[in-house]
């Protein structure tokens, strides 16, 4: 019975959750325009991980996150502005942008790999496979 | 150095325990016996073989005022061993459960046991004398998965378990004629056998080693997502912590004081978390020798190779610095350390315990000359 009622919650949840990820992909576009990509990826990361059930959702934040992703040209300089709060997420990000085998974006995301795992270490690669709960 | 001893006892080691003088050791072999090494004139004997299991023995402790070791096996056994002159006689514990038993522990007044098993259940023992033998009560019914890891309060009646359903969970053991009531306590009023006080949903994946500070005031576990959970106030609205770090999961824990506690697991380095004076958890450091490492994986690490080959798919060349060893320099033990045991002595300060792995070493550890944690101690 519970679970009923939770996946008609869902699913209203569902167009909700869209129309938030369409505004937050005019932001990031507005963003870029401003060469402002580090912002831009900030903007695509917040409110990935909870409650996104939803397969659509799922694949409208990627879709959001690659975008943001694949704008960033100087990743050294983009860790020296973010907040290691956004590491675990960004993780799991990347391993879905290297699941895609799509060479331009695994290029990208191996990339920025290498450089936050020097920062956030094994322990973020490994919350990044343990975590079966939010996955993105 | 905080590492006093190395001794390889084994190619690897399952768990260990330390008889109450510390002059012996435990230890299971990863086989189905449990060997029991002296030390004579700085030399370790081995003195005992206890033979009965018929799988690996998963489990092992020595209680520290009656003498008895108890020991559990994937065989889904348990014997509790007395000893007897110069031998070591075995008492089977019927738990009658039907998958492996996962890890055991004496409770602090020696009275009952606890066993967390592969079937989903947690296994009380105590001593019935009129009939001269153990029996078993069981926790059912609440625990989705393996319980890897039981705790006791030190009031006895308090069990925390770890599981790898990902939560961690507080019950009473209250066993009329075995325990005391003890009216109008603060903790739990009307404590029932297997009631759960309560269950923490704090990882998304599996969970172990947990243990209690001294007063019991605090309860300590990890995830296997390189978490560690701190939780104070066990109750209807507990306070938790959740400290992430940056290194490789750990297996198990141990406190030392009610502000520090250590970790063991696939660092095959001892972690030191401490809590500040506001009651902040944190990881301080490492505490055996490590190689510091600049650009992460690039010096000497033994992953340094695999990555090397994964980002230079990326590059049109490897990184001419990723080169060697499968060892981690500097680090004692070369395999996951899956267990640790206090060795302190009565009445020293100083604060002294061992680990054992899978690399077969029993290595013991004095933080005695370690000046940044005399604070926490």
Known sequence: MMAAAEKFVEADNAEAIITRIEHKSRKIESLLKQNKPVEALKTALEGSSHMIRDERCKSANWIVVHRALMAIKDVEGMFSSLDPEYYDILMKYLYRGLSTGDRPTCDQCLRIHEKLTERAGLGCILRSLADTVNAI | ?377
């Open chain 2, 1 to 377: 150095m905080a590492a006093v001893a190395v001794h390889q006892f084994a190619q690897c080691i399952t768990c260990h325990a330390w008889s109450p003088d510390h002059s012996m050791v435990a230890l299971c072999p990863n086989n189905n016996e449990v060997h029991i090494y002296r030390l004579v004139n700085d030399k370790w004997e081995k003195v005992h073989v206890l033979q009965k299991h018929d799988q690996i023995v998963s489990g092992i402790d020595w209680s520290g005022k009656s003498n008895r070791i108890v020991s559990v096996s994937h065989d889904r056994n348990s014997y509790v061993w007395n000893r007897e002159g110069p031998e070591w006689v075995p008492t089977l514990v019927i738990l009658r459960l039907n998958r492996a038993a996962l890890c055991v522990q004496w409770s602090p007044k020696e009275n009952k046991f606890a066993v967390g098993s592969g079937a989903k259940t947690v296994c009380v023992c105590y001593y019935e004398q009129e009939n001269n033998w153990w029996v078993s009560k069981v926790i059912r019914k609440k625990h989705d998965s393996s319980v890897t890891s039981v705790a006791w309060h030190p009031n006895n009646i308090l069990l925390a378990t770890t599981s790898t359903d990902g939560k961690c969970r507080v019950f009473s053991t209250f066993i009329k004629g075995v325990d005391t009531r003890e009216s109008k306590t603060g903790s739990s009023s009307d404590p029932k056998f297997g009631e759960q006080i309560v269950q923490l949903d704090l990882s998304s994946s599996w969970t172990f080693g947990v243990k209690w500070s001294p007063s019991g005031n605090t309860l300590a576990y990890v995830g296997h997502n390189s978490m560690i959970y701190f939780v104070d106030d066990i109750g209807p609205s507990p306070l938790a912590q959740n400290v992430a770090f940056r290194n490789l999961p750990l297996r198990d824990v141990q406190f030392f004081s009610e502000k520090m506690v250590i970790g063991v697991g696939f660092d095959c380095n001892p972690m030191i978390f401490a809590a500040d004076k506001s009651g902040l958890w944190s990881f301080i450091r490492f505490l055996g020798e490590r190689k510091e490492s600049l650009s992460g994986p690039k010096s000497g690490s033994q992953f340094s190779e695999a990555f090397g080959k994964l980002y230079g798919q990326a590059k049109h060349g490897l990184s001419n610095d990723t080169v060697e060893p499968s060892k981690i320099q500097g680090a004692v033990h070369d395999n996951c350390i899956n267990c640790i045991a206090l060795l302190n002595k009565k009445g020293s300060e100083t604060k002294r315990f061992s680990t054992s792995g899978m690399d077969g070493k029993v290595v013991i550890w004095d933080l005695g000359n370690q000046q940044d944690l005399k604070e926490y101690l």
